[in-house]
């Protein structure tokens, strides 16, 4: 595969990163026999739709690990937290979950892999978000597969730094969308920066990064209650 990440992301992982890859996939398919970790079980489909996918939304950073702080909003199985973790190790990754058992089976992953930048917390992002230690304290947000774009940036705002990115790992993209989201933008003192458009490279999955821009603080109602995001979708 080193031929697959140099055409598509120009950037390879070291022989070590490679190794940690092949670690944290036989770690997955172990816990996935104790819990339902993930679908995509099959060593391609795993390094397409997990590994590559993951670090394809963070191309822009891996040339240089000038991050700080990053968290993953709805990080499941760690898609996209750990696999950044393990290629920019001066970025301390949160990873966040509401699922209590999840997140205990990705601390004892990230034990017995020896990850010391990367810790799983147990939470909604919507009461994460009015937390002092979260709130405003992450230079980018990662948020793949949770919930429809609106809910997914009024998950990820708050936590932002003014200054730092949200980065919306998505599917299919529409211009309907991204009215909706820019709405949504409006009120959480954002905007959308910039959608990349790609597909994946072995099955030619339609894929869209879509990257938003923290410019001002966000409003302290925001984020809303547990549950409020998804029902009443800002925009
Ligand atoms: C479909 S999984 C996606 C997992 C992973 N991001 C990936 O792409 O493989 C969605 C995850 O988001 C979590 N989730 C959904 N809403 C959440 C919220 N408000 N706060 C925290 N986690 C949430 C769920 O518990 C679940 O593990």
């Known amino acids: 595969m080193t031929d697959q990440w140099q055409n598509t992301l120009g950037w390879e992982p070291s022989a070590a990163q490679q190794q940690q890859f092949q670690q944290l996939y036989a770690l997955i398919l172990e816990g996935n026999t104790r819990l339902n970790l993930t679908r995509i079980t099959q060593p391609e489909e795993f390094w397409e739709k997990h590994l590559w996918d993951s670090l394809r939304?963070?191309?822009?950073?891996?040339?240089?690990?000038?991050?700080?702080?990053?968290?993953?909003?709805?990080?499941?199985?760690?898609?996209?937290?750990?696999?950044?973790a393990l290629v920019l190790p001066q970025t301390q990754v949160t990873l966040l979950d509401s699922i209590?058992?999840?997140?205990a089976f990705l601390t004892s992953l990230l034990r017995e892999m020896g990850v010391k930048n990367a810790t799983a917390v147990v939470g909604?992002?919507?009461?994460?978000?009015?937390?002092?230690?979260y709130r405003e304290k992450y230079d980018v947000a990662m948020i793949r597969a949770?919930?429809?774009?609106?809910?997914?940036?009024?998950?990820?705002?708050?936590l932002l730094k003014v200054g730092g990115k949200a980065v919306l790992y998505r599917g299919h993209w529409t211009a309907e969308e991204a009215e909706g989201l820019e709405l949504a933008l409006q009120q959480l003192g954002g905007a959308?920066?910039?959608?990349d458009a790609f597909t994946t490279p072995l099955t030619q999955g339609v894929r869209h990064c879509v990257y938003l821009s923290k410019d001002k603080p966000t409003p302290a109602e925001f984020p809303r209650a547990v549950g409020v995001?998804?029902?009443?979708?800002?925009g």
Not at 62 to 73: H, P
Not at 100 to 103: D, F, G, I, L, P
Not at 146 to 158: D, F, S
């Open 57 to 84: 939304g963070i191309k822009g950073w891996l040339q240089a690990d000038t991050l700080a702080k990053a968290i993953d909003i709805g990080t499941g199985a760690g898609f996209p937290g750990i696999p950044m």
């Open 100 to 103: 209590r058992k999840r997140m």
């Open 124 to 133: 909604r992002a919507e009461a994460v978000g009015q937390l002092p230690q």
């Open 146 to 158: 949770v919930a429809a774009a609106p809910v997914c940036a009024e998950y990820a705002l708050p």
């Open 192 to 195: 959308i920066e910039s959608v």
């Open 229 to 234: 995001p998804a029902s009443q979708p800002l």
